[in-house]
T-cell receptor, first 112, second 119 residues
Framework: GNSVTQMEGPVTLSEEAFLTINCTYT??????LFWYVQYPGEGLQLLLK?????DKGSNKGFEATYRKETTSFHLEKGSVQVSDSAVYFC???????????FGKGITLSVRP | GAVVSQHPSRVICKSGTSVKIECRSL??????MFWYRQFPKQSLMLMAT?????????EQGVEKDKFLINHASLTLSTLTVTSAHPEDSSFYIC???????????????FGPGTRLTVL
């Protein structure tokens, strides 16, 4: 079956530090890949996505590249801000209208 | 963007009672809604997929008689936890699927979640 593995957390960084959150997946075929973010007290929001190999999703300074050869979709940001403190979930979907499979999520805390 | 609401945001009930959670898509029609359960420091686990006007499809291991799902309209789905017990205490999240755009893979929009505590 499909699965998503995220690196263990939590992660604590200083403001303006570089961020990498690892995500690898197992799936048949060519799934779509997503990063969702959950800010304190709010619902999950789509941060970025990629629908085919070598696609790069980007939003709010975050980027992730769909790497089929390594089955990975690592999230990166060059300079984090305190407002980036949240829980980040990697997820996959086998196709349109399909249900999502989530990783465990990782909590990011950014210190001023 | 599209907004999904859940009500209530948190509920505390006695063991043996039933609790209903509502999920509404406020500014779009959702043909499909999903219900998830999230345990502390764990991932979201899909419980069921709800299509408007038809019976919900439950994931393996989810008791359909305990977690009743109704999707009576394109903007409302409800999850009723029947005869709740302390082990049902959890964070329940819904999402609504918005289709019809030009994007090949359309997006799920998530509600803020409902914290259920069963005493």
């Amino acid at each position: 079956g499909n699965s998503v593995t995220q690196m263990e957390g939590p992660v604590t960084l200083s403001e303006e530090a570089f961020l990498t959150i690892n995500c690898t997946y197992t799936a048949t075929g060519y799934p779509s890949l997503f990063w969702y973010v959950q800010y304190p007290g709010e619902g999950l929001q789509l941060l970025l996505k990629a629908t085919k190999a070598d696609d790069k999703g980007s939003n709010k300074g975050f980027e992730a590249t769909y790497r089929k050869e390594t089955t990975s979709f690592h999230l990166e940001k060059g300079s984090v801000q305190v407002s980036d403190s949240a829980v980040y979930f990697c997820a996959l979907s086998p196709g349109a209208n399909s249900k999502l499979t989530f990783g465990k999520g990782i909590t990011l805390s950014v210190r001023p | 963007g599209a907004v999904v609401s859940q009500h209530p945001s948190r509920v505390i009930c006695k063991s043996g009672t039933s609790v209903k959670i509502e999920c509404r898509s406020l500014d779009f029609q959702a043909t499909t809604m999903f219900w998830y359960r999230q345990f502390p420091k764990q991932s979201l686990m899909l419980m069921a997929t709800s299509n408007e006007g038809s019976k919900a499809t439950y994931e393996q291991g989810v008791e359909k008689d305990k977690f009743l799902i109704n999707h009576a309209s394109l903007t409302l789905s409800t999850l009723t936890v029947t005869s709740a017990h302390p082990e049902d205490s959890s964070f329940y999240i819904c999402s609504a699927f918005s289709g019809g755009g030009t994007d090949t893979y359309n997006e799920q929009f998530f509600g803020p979640g409902t914290r259920l505590t069963v005493l």
